[in-house]
């Protein structure tokens, strides 16, 4: 059977019917137009304009640009430089993670895969798909396999999960010991609590009972099938017999690295907020002006926000959430700088990745093939001395 791309000077579409496939010929010229691709479009516009309307309108009623400037510019160098420490080693915390997930793959591939990803998910609209994309073409030429590839996806997005709904509910019982936290940041820890619990009652169900994996599974079958059904895709098959092999593997590696995943995983989170910490200091805010529980629930709360990826790394969510949760009753000059603090702070967290992550990215695209390949060199010579 001849595929589209075998048919020079036409292009070719399929018809569904009752029974049969009838593949309609279009001339040379003639314009298809995608729905996918109509949403791509309509996505990224969205996210510009969303993004536009927050640094354009949104931020600037609480300090103007100006002012934001003045209180960068009368920071210290040691100041300055615990920024750029605590920053850099919120970088590489993701690292040790995907290590220990990952213990084929080395730290300097770890980074390489991070750095490759995150540059991708904070440049483009629904750029984390992308990301995956990335991460697999990186792994999969280190020898990491289909199957370890999708248990370490699912295993770290998982305990991500777990962390960001987990994070709130600390922070508000944090707080308490400094003040007393508003109905907004109350609800939040409530919701993240319920389905935190939700979640890993869930999960302890799925790695200790295979009947409730097999249920589930059905579930998920039948609800993807109707999903599928609506938007004209193949569903999915047998997605209870991949859960119990899911279960099996996430099983094992849980319990032979369970707690080096939770360790780097609460770390990752935590070295984020000290960055965040690290600029409120910097620019000259107190304990007194902004504990260091009100940063934490803050951070906790739009962590929790930007679950789903609105915009890319959630720029412009994410200052807007900070700043209006940090700077909520104070005075107009400490309102200036608080935005300060946050802009810096997402400017040490975001930025950097994207310059980084094209060279990594361009390094390893053009590296020789034995350097790309580590894992299946180490493969194929434990295969050869097990033959």
């Not at 292009?11 to 496939?21: F, H, N, S, V």
């Given at each position: 059977m ?7 000077g036409q292009l ?11 593949v309609?010929?279009l001339?040379p010229?003639?314009?298809i ?10 996505r ?19 300090a ?6 003045t209180?960068l510019g009368?920071?210290?160098w040691?100041q300055?430089?615990l920024?750029g ?8 915390s993701?690292?040790f993670?995907?290590?220990a ?16 990803s ?12 992308l ?7 990186m ?6 396999s ?5 248990l ?14 987990g994070l709130?509910?600390?922070a ?10 508003d109905?907004l940041l ?7 609590l ?8 869930g999960?302890?169900?799925l790695?200790?009972?295979?009947s ?15 999903v599928?059904?609506l938007v004209r895709?193949?569903?999915p ?6 859960l119990?092999?899911f279960r099996r ?5 849980i ?8 360790a ?19 620019v ?5 002006q902004?504990?260091w529980?009100?940063s ?5 709360f739009v962590?929790l926000?930007?679950a789903?990826?609105?915009t890319?790394?959630g ?8 700043v ?10 400490v309102?200036a ?5 946050v ?17 990594a990215y361009?390094?390893?695209?053009h590296?020789?093939t034995?350097l790309r390949?580590p894992?299946?060199?180490r493969?194929g010579?434990?295969a050869?001395?097990?033959?």
């Amino acid at each position: 059977m001849r595929t589209s791309a075998e048919l020079p000077g036409q292009l070719t579409r399929p018809e569904a019917g009752p029974g049969r496939t009838h593949v309609q010929r279009l001339e040379p010229g003639t314009a298809i137009v995608r729905p996918h691709r109509a949403r791509k479009v309509l996505r990224t516009v969205v996210s510009v304009a969303l993004i536009a309307a927050i640094f354009g309108f949104a931020v600037p009623r609480f300090a103007s640009y100006r002012s934001v400037w003045t209180s960068l510019g009368g920071m210290a160098w040691p100041q300055a430089l615990l920024i750029g420490v605590t920053a850099a080693a919120s970088m590489a915390s993701y690292w040790f993670m995907i290590c220990a997930v990952l213990p084929s793959i080395r730290l300097r591939q770890a980074a390489t895969v991070n750095l490759s990803s995150s540059a991708v998910a904070n440049t483009l609209p629904a750029g984390g798909a992308l990301g995956i994309g990335v991460s697999w073409a990186m792994l999969s030429s280190w020898g990491v396999s289909t199957a370890d590839y999708v248990l370490y996806t699912l295993v770290s997005g998982i305990w991500n999960v777990l962390a960001r709904l987990g994070l709130p509910a600390l922070a508000l019982l944090i707080m308490l010991t400094a003040t007393r936290p508003d109905a907004l940041l109350i609800a939040a820890a409530a919701v993240g609590l319920v389905v935190l619990a939700t979640a890993a009652a869930g999960l302890g169900l799925l790695m200790h009972s295979e009947s409730f994996a097999l249920r589930a599974g059905g579930m998920l079958q039948r609800g993807l099938a109707i999903v599928c059904r609506l938007v004209r895709r193949q569903p999915p098959c047998d997605i209870p017999g991949s859960l119990l092999g899911f279960r099996r593997q996430a099983a094992a590696l849980i319990a032979a690295r369970g707690w080096r995943i939770t360790a780097t995983t609460v770390a990752s989170h935590l070295i984020l907020w000290l960055v965040l910490l690290a600029c409120l200091r910097g620019v000259g805010l107190s304990q007194a002006q902004v504990p260091w529980q009100t940063s934490l629930a803050a951070f906790a709360f739009v962590r929790l926000l930007t679950a789903l990826p609105i915009t890319p790394g959630g720029l412009g969510i994410t200052e807007l959430g900070l700043v209006g949760i940090l700077a909520a009753g104070v005075g107009p000059g400490v309102g200036a700088q608080v935005t300060a603090a946050v802009l810096l702070y997402r400017a040490v967290t975001y930025l950097p990745p994207i310059p980084l992550g094209a060279a990594a990215y361009l390094m390893w695209q053009h590296a020789p093939t034995p350097l790309r390949q580590p894992g299946r060199r180490r493969g194929g010579r434990k295969a050869q001395a097990a033959g």
